[in-house]
């Protein structure tokens, strides 16, 4: 990467890192988007970013297209050379931003993975067979209906501590990306199952624990008690779905999904959903706002006033 690149890369990476406050994964994934594109830039020969030209960016995502990347991906790295090509204009390091008229390639809209309510039942029943006083079991019983019952990203139930959940009150707070903070009730069976893996799960997982300072903040534990992993939230989900019998890939993210799919469906606003699930813009959100056929039939049969 030449210095003239390379300056305003790092530039740009502080911008959005301290004064924008993006959470570290989206910072890396800035970087990562904008090296790519750098590096290809210099394939052909262009070395300064005001000698970039809008078909070189249009270009560039023919490109990304021609390398099988899928239209999401291309979505979210011509985004994030949006935002540089923005910050460029702002730092008065280029005289016009060439990259704004450039969208995006249309592609097939791919809803996010979602399970049906009787589904979503039968995942979390699944969490809880084994044996309701081992520690484990009722610890993810206890996190699934967490999951379930908040709508949380993998990370914000990783990084859950003590402090942050209010069983009496029926909220817990989460953290989510850029280090912002949303409170979000916790139903009824997520309360019930969290109090018993607390009472009497918790302590023990705690109790196995061979570092000298043992873990007193985090929410769920594994089974050497320190504070559970990413990776083994997917292992829990996972395990859990096949005893489930459900045969489709699950990951932690089905969980947040079917909590704003499942809101939607039963009448809860796009602005509610989008608060409780921490997003920045309810665009993210709208997504969620798809229906089945089914469900478009049995509305236009029940309103339309020429249906039957």
Known sequence: MTSSFSKLTEQFLVHIGVERGLADATVRAYESDIAKYVDW???????????????????????????????????RRLASLHEFHRFALAQHVVADDVSAPVKAPKGASTLPDVLSVDEVARLLDAAAVGGSNDPVVLRNKALLEFMYATGCRVSEAAGANLEDIDLDERVARLMGKGSKQRLVPIGSY?????????????????????????????????????????????EVVKDA???????????????????????IQGGADVRTVQELLGHASVTTTQIYTHVSPEHLIEAYLSSHPRAR
């Open 41 to 75: 830039l210099q394939t052909k020969g262009i070395e300064h970013p005001e000698a970039i030209t809008r078909q070189d960016v249009e270009d560039y995502v023919a490109a990304l297209d021609a390398a099988g990347e899928s239209a999401r991906s291309k979505a």
């Open 190 to 234: 997520a309360c019930m199952a969290l109090h018993a893996y607390l009472e009497q799960a918790r302590g023990e997982l705690e109790r196995r624990s061979t570092a000298a300072v043992p873990e007193r903040r985090a929410v769920f534990l594994n089974k050497r008690g320190r504070r559970i992993s990413r990776q083994s939230i997917w």
């Open 241 to 263: 779905g096949q005893r489930a019998g459900i045969t489709r890939p699950l990951h932690p993210h089905t969980l947040r999904h079917s909590f704003a799919t499942h809101l």
